[in-house]
């Protein structure tokens, strides 16, 4: 199975046929997707001009796509290198138990549905490597009472999520599920509170 690097090269290659470019930069999202598999690719199509069903793009809004992603994924790997380089020193000095980011960052190894969004249409609007940035940067501080993407402070509870946790905060705002680390108790009750009953 090709790799995202080698998929990138298919998606640059004036010689190859248009249609496997495009196939190739959707190939790109089963190893790097944000927002999950159809929301990203909802996302670049917009930001790049292109409709999601387009047969034949324009081969240059094909690789501003390509160059978001590939932007967005620098960020994602250089957050992880450094998480890594961490859970090695708090082995190194004990600290033997993982916390709650830990835990999070478990489930989205790899950068898959970092920032999920269950309704592919609605996903956040800035590029995604300042989203995933803003993602990191709430991360590493202590936990809010808002959505680290967006600042909208309405979250509401959902289940049925077409991820792991399959439950959570969503945004109102972005539509991303908020990941719970970087919310405080208070912020979580109050999701909680306001949570939607029936599956979405």
Do not use: N
């Not at 993602?135 to 993407?149: D, K, N, Q, Y």
């Not at 049925?160 to 439950?167: A, K």
């Amino acid at each position: 199975m090709a790799g995202f690097r080698s998929l990138a090269r298919q998606v640059r290659d004036p010689d190859c046929d248009l249609a496997l470019r495009r196939y190739s930069l959707r190939k790109c999202l089963e190893k790097f997707a944000p927002y999950g598999h159809r929301a990203t690719w909802d996302h670049l199509c917009s930001r790049a001009g292109f409709g999601p069903e387009d047969r034949s793009p324009d081969p240059a809004r094909l690789v501003a796509a390509l160059e978001e992603l590939e932007e967005a994924r620098d960020v994602w790997l250089a957050y992880e290198t450094d998480f890594t380089e961490r859970r090695k020193r708090e082995k190194h000095d004990g600290l033997r138990r993982p916390g709650s980011v830990d835990d999070w960052h478990r489930l989205t190894w790899g950068g898959f549905g970092v920032a999920w969004c269950d309704d592919p249409r609605v996903h956040p609007r800035a590029p995604l490597a300042e989203v995933l940035r803003r993602l990191i940067a709430a991360l590493e501080r202590e936990p809010g009472t808002s959505c680290p993407v967006c600042g909208e402070e309405h979250l509401v509870w959902k289940y049925g999520l077409d991820h792991e946790p399959s439950s959570g905060p969503v945004c109102t705002g972005c539509g991303i599920l908020v990941p719970r680390p970087v919310l405080s108790p208070p912020a979580l009750r109050h999701a909680g509170r306001g949570r939607q009953l029936t599956p979405v």
